[in-house]
DNA sequence: ACAGCGGCTGAAAGTTGTCTGAGAAAGTAC
DNA sequence: GTACTTTCTCAGACAACTTTCAGCCGCTGT
């Protein structure tokens, strides 16, 4: 069957964001790789923005800083929802006195993230709220390649039928190799998106955790991850 | 093996609910998370707004704040019964003087929860008195998960047909876990569930009740209550 | 063939997350 | 009031995980 290597982009599934943020790096950083991952991102920088943006937009989900220059991320929420929109949410949150108090972020199928994080983390969050708020239907959170098995939401992993533990690491590096089958990711690439984008060390780690996973998912026939020596890591079945 | 994971959301009934509350943070808390508990909820700030909505929608159901800012929650349940209702209520109620007043009105099936309450909490309360309220097709007010019982009615807990003696929170602790088996539940999830909503205090807690629980109902194999380390926890069986 | 680069991996150091015992604080029963 | 239960906090121990480092191996190009 040679190769057939569907170049597809990750193509989430068209959804359209809101993103809520006021620091501009972090704007322009989630709005560029969301996009990358398919999604039809519209930005706003204050809470009032938003809440208007919300309206017109009508997006199917908002990723809301819930530290703004105007209104908190909770005003937000309740505005847009006195409007009747029932929009899911993925907050962003620091890591500093104010996490702990806190609360409800997780309450209408909402979820959140604290800062720094990945862009894996913020994807699978986004995928996840959006997988249980689209009512009925589907639930594709099984990921499959080969015989390896990863179940986002259980977070199991099976590799030919058998169970397979992982660290939190190991299981985002994996879940992104999925996500990306048959693409070559550069180290550079995969330290961008596993790693949180405070991450400042080097690639070398990227090395070390392909070889742990190496250990754990890919010690039997056939082996699924490669090395593109001086370009990157694939993961794909052996060509025939 | 693999996968069996009955990918149900909570569901309730789909009953009808009417939220009367003019806190429009409360408001937006109760809203949101029984929305998504399953329930068809519509929700009114006022008593006179109260009545008009329990006229027009005939809801299953009403959780109503007895104290609002023009008639209190007694008239309101009043001209709904002029009216011929006999819709059950659940009272949100301070810990005050009405709470006691609020025991008469109890009798006839319904029931109050005071504030702050937990969601868990309230939850248990409408499930409670819709099951009572709806005879005829009775709904289980039995739990099962493997060899693990709990009777909501009862309160009590059996493992491996042994019984088990748990403190309050130990319960709402297991029932938020039983409710939610095979799903992983993080302990932001869990605290916003299954403690106060005013709860000020850290995650550390929750890993002690699962401490307790642990000794108390999961003392035996196989073991249910599992670690998900930087995830969350989850009831599940043993994997195959 | 050899030098040099890139990648692999074992080991060790550093960091973080979880569990649990002890006890203070708050609540309840008698 | 006292005794008892329950809730909540704290800190130490421990285990799991992350990150770095250095040496080795093999590929690649001249």
Known sequence: MGHMAAQTQPKQSEAKLLVVEDDANILELLSASLRFAGFDVSTATSGSAAVSAAKNASPDLVVLDVMLPDLDGFE???LMREGGQRTPV???????????????LTLGGDDYVTKPFSLEELT????AVLRRTSQGDEAPSRLVFADLELDEETHEVYRAGQRVQLSPTEFKLLRYLMLNANRVLSKAQILDHVWKYDFRGDDNIVESYISYLRRKVDNVQPRLIHTLRGVGYVLRKPAV
């Open 76 to 78: 937000v929420i309740r």
């Open 90 to 104: 993925v907050f962003l949150t620091a890591r500093d006195g104010t996490e702990d108090k806190i609360r409800g």
């Open 124 to 127: 699978a969050r986004i995928r």
